[in-house]
């Protein structure tokens, strides 16, 4: 980054000049961006300086499948709730006892369905941000969730491959980091979900431990 005031050369790192010590421009680097990505998360959520190594969305296939996972209960509750209802239906019960069937039913759907129908809601909202400094992550059907995870506090960094994810060939990464009590208690290790359904896990997988073992090398 070239100094207006003196025109001396500086990475883009520094926020002040190391030649005549004014205070250089601020600036935000960007990293390479996956189609489908809106850039509003990155322009809401991003400080001065700071670099953006990836960012991206997920899949859209194995994200809307990982919802089926109460498929089993859901179908099950479904068709003992259609047994119920035909039966009594063919023994001529109340409505009522129709109705409440009909009630089941809807609800052995909502089980089954529920979920894909919530994944499709949040595909639209789910962005993931890697930067110098933290992981960023905005997901939500119908508010936003977003969360940060500095990437000082990385402590391991994993590639989960499900069943959906090798049919598509893809994988979700997740991170460990170290987290404390207040009030002095002992550390313990939380396992956190961070980046879901991603097309190529293990190369972002890399791109958090390089930047995480350069953060805690420039603190040593």
């Known amino acids: 980054m070239k100094c207006p005031n ?3 050369m500086n990475s883009e790192n520094q926020r002040y000049c190391g030649n005549c010590g004014k205070a250089l421009p601020l600036t935000t680097s960007i990293g390479p ?34 919802g089926f996972g109460g498929i089993i209960p859901g179908l099950m509750f479904f ?12 023994a001529g019960a109340p409505t009522e006892f129709l109705l409440i069937g009909s009630l089941f039913m809807l609800i052995g ?21 890697i930067t110098d400094q933290r992981i960023i992550t ?19 960094v994993y590639v989960v491959v499900s069943i959906i994810d090798r049919m598509f060939g893809t994988g979700s990464v997740m ?8 009030g002095g208690a002992p550390n313990t290790s939380s396992l956190r979900p961070s980046l879901a359904s991603l097309r190529d896990p293990y190369t972002i997988q890399k ?3 390089d930047a995480s073992r350069k953060v805690k090398h420039s603190q040593q």
């Open 6 to 8: 003196c025109g001396a």
């Open 33 to 66: 961006r996956e189609s489908g990505m809106s850039g509003v998360l990155q322009n809401r959520e991003l400080e001065p300086g700071e670099k953006v190594l990836w960012q991206g969305k997920p899949v859209f296939g194995p994200f809307i499948l990982s």
């Open 79 to 90: 068709l003992f709730s259609l047994f119920w209802t035909t039966t009594a239906w063919g």
């Open 109 to 129: 759907l909502f089980i089954l369905l529920g979920g894909p129908i919530i994944q499709w809601l949040r595909f639209k909202n789910t962005e993931y941000i």
């Open 138 to 156: 905005q997901t939500g059907a119908f508010g936003l969730d977003t969360r940060y995870i500095d990437i000082e506090w990385i402590r391991e």
């Open 175 to 182: 991170v460990s980091t170290s987290s404390g009590f207040i």
């Open 207 to 209: 791109v958090i431990r």
